[in-house]
């Protein structure tokens, strides 16, 4: 039996505020706590770099690979409004993934991890409990969602 794992996201895509997708977005990429430009790069070889800011595609979507480095993001919309800007991105950070059905609200997990998301909506920590390398939600992910835990 071959080893496998879920593989990360493979674009990054970002919506407005009516969650159509943040076409012509531009996302900013610095060095931690500072508006220094920090490259982000188009494929996992780490040679071509990507302008910066990145112009989001028609979809609102961009191939971000991240150097061993930690992060700043600021998002804006094409017009230059400022949506989010999100400090300390760690970018050796892995993540594993498992889909909601819509009735589990327990899954396992490895100790250490530093965020949850469903459908890439960050999930407050008093939304579930963590017991012995099990998360318990409040409430079950919906079916077919994606549940991401970071770890760093």
Known sequence: MATTSLAPTPKLQFFDANGAPLAGGLLYTYE?????????????????????????????????????????????????????TVDNINGSTFASNATGDGTTTAFSVVNGFTAIYINGVYQNRNTYTVTSGTVTFSQAPPYTSIIEVVYN
């Open 32 to 84: 931690a706590g500072t508006t220094t430009p920090l490259a982000t790069y188009t494929d996992s070889t780490g040679v071509s770099a990507n302008t910066n800011p990145i112009v989001l595609d028609s979809r609102g979507e961009a191939n971000v690979w991240l150097e061993g480095a930690i992060y700043k993001f600021a998002l804006y919309t094409s017009a230059g409004v400022l949506i989010w």
